[in-house]
C-alpha cells in the first residue's frame, strides 16, 4: 500500500542535542512538507520541498533544517537551536506543490519531548 | 491576513444527533477548501474537499460540508453521529504553496 511513514513515533532529546525525525513515502509525489502541531493551534508549517534538492521554509523555521536529497525522502533535523521543541510533528506530501486542490496526504505523526 | 476559524474548540453531541462544525475563512479569491479529521496521536485524514461548482460537498464517513461565499462559510455536517467520530476535526484552506489550517475542533460523543 502507498503511503507516508514517519519514524521513530516517540522520540525523546535531551536539551542541547539535535534530533533527526525521518519521513519516506512511496507515493510518488514531487511535493513534501513538515508541519507542527502544538495543542490549540492547529498545524503550522515548518519546511516544504517542491522538488529533489530544493526546499523552502515555512512560517516556523527557525530551529529546524531539512534535506531533500531523494524525491521519497524528506527528514527533519530538530537542532538545539529550537527553543521550544516539544510537539507532534507531521510529514505530508502531495502529488504537486500545493495548488489548484492538490489534496495532501500525512503521515501518522512522531512525538518530540524533550528531557 | 489569510486566515482560517474554527469557532468552537469542544462541541459534545449524543450518539445518534446530528453535527455541525463551523468554519470560517479570510482569503481574497475563492478557496480551495479542505476537512480533514485526526483521531489521537494520529496523523490527518481527508474527510472532503471543496474546488467548484456545486457547493454541497459529500465526503467519507457520511460526512458533508456546504461552502457558503456570501458568509465565507465551510460548515461541516452529518446527520446521525456515531461513536466512532469522536475526534479532532481541521478546516484547512489550499493557500498555493501551503495549507492554511484552522485550530481545530475536538468533538467529544455520549453514549
Known amino acids: 500500500d502507498g503511503g507516508i511513514t514517519q519514524s521513530p513515533k516517540y522520540l525523546f532529546r535531551k536539551e542541547g542535542q539535535n534530533v533527526t525525525l525521518s519521513c519516506e513515502q512511496n507515493?510518488?509525489?514531487?511535493?513534501m512538507y513538515w508541519y507542527r502541531q502544538d495543542p490549540g493551534q492547529g498545524l503550522r508549517l515548518i519546511y516544504y520541498s517542491q522538488i529533489v534538492n530544493d526546499f523552502q521554509k515555512g512560517d516556523i523555521a527557525e530551529g529546524y533544517s531539512v534535506s531533500r536529497e531523494k524525491k521519497e525522502s524528506f527528514p527533519l533535523t530538530v537542532t538545539s537551536a529550537q527553543k521550544n521543541p516539544t510537539a507532534f510533528y507531521l510529514c505530508a506530501s502531495s502529488a504537486q506543490l500545493l495548488a489548484h486542490g492538490n489534496t495532501i496526504y500525512f503521515g501518522e505523526g512522531s512525538w518530540l519531548t524533550v528531557v | 491576513a489569510q486566515s482560517v476559524t474554527q469557532p468552537d474548540i469542544h462541541i459534545t453531541v449524543s450518539e445518534g444527533a446530528s453535527l455541525e462544525l463551523r468554519c470560517n475563512y479570510s482569503?481574497?479569491?475563492?478557496?480551495?477548501l479542505f476537512w480533514y479529521v485526526q483521531s489521537p496521536g494520529q496523523g490527518l485524514q481527508l474527510l472532503l474537499k471543496y474546488f467548484s461548482g456545486d457547493t454541497l460537498v459529500q465526503g467519507i464517513k457520511g460526512f458533508e460540508a456546504e461552502f457558503k461565499r456570501s458568509q465565507s462559510s465551510f460548515n461541516l455536517r452529518k446527520p446521525s453521529v456515531h461513536w466512532s467520530d469522536a475526534a479532532e476535526y481541521f478546516c484547512a484552506v489550499d493557500l498555493g504553496n501551503d495549507m492554511r489550517f484552522g485550530a481545530g475542533t475536538r468533538l467529544t460523543v455520549k453514549p
Open positions: 482569503y481574497g479569491a475563492t478557496p480551495y
Open positions: 507515493l510518488n509525489h514531487d511535493a
